[in-house]
C-alpha cells in the first residue's frame, strides 16, 4: 500500500477527531525506536495480523476515493481498535514523519514485515 493513500485514508478517518474536546490530549510523537517496537509488536499476534492483512487489503480497496474512505471508516476503526492504541499512536505517527526521516524509514519497514504476512 502506497504511503499516499494510507496517509489519505488516515486523513479522512481522523478528520473528526480534530473535533474532539478540547481537554482530549494528542498522544506524543513517537520515536523511530517506538514506532518500530509498537508496530513490530503485532507481527507475532495472529489475531493482529489478521486484523492489519484485512485493514490494509480495505484501505488499498479505497485508494484515493473520499466517497469509498467514508463509507469504509468505521470498518477501518474496528480494525484499529483490534490493533489496539500502541499500534494506532505509532501508526499516526509513521504517517505524519516526513519523508525520508527515521521515524518514516521505521514506519516503512515494519510495515514491509506486516504486508509480508498478509500474501
Request: charged content about 30%.
Amino acid at each position: 500500500m502506497s504511503k499516499f493513500y494510507a496517509v489519505l485514508v488516515a486523513a479522512l478517518l481522523l478528520a473528526p477527531a480534530a473535533h474532539a474536546a478540547d481537554d482530549e490530549k494528542a498522544p506524543p510523537k513517537l520515536s523511530a525506536a517506538d514506532i518500530t517496537k509498537n508496530l513490530e509488536a503485532a507481527v507475532s499476534d495472529p489475531a493482529k495480523v489478521k486484523a492489519y492483512c484485512a485493514m490494509s487489503k480495505k484501505m488499498d480497496e479505497v485508494g484515493d476515493d473520499e466517497k469509498k474512505a467514508e463509507a469504509a471508516g468505521d470498518e477501518i476503526d474496528g480494525y484499529f481498535k483490534t490493533l489496539g492504541d500502541d499500534f494506532e499512536n505509532a501508526w499516526d505517527s509513521g504517517q505524519d514523519a516526513a519523508d525520508g526521516t527515521p521515524e518514516a524509514n521505521a514506519m516503512d519497514a515494519a510495515i514491509s514485515k506486516l504486508d509480508a504476512k498478509c500474501k
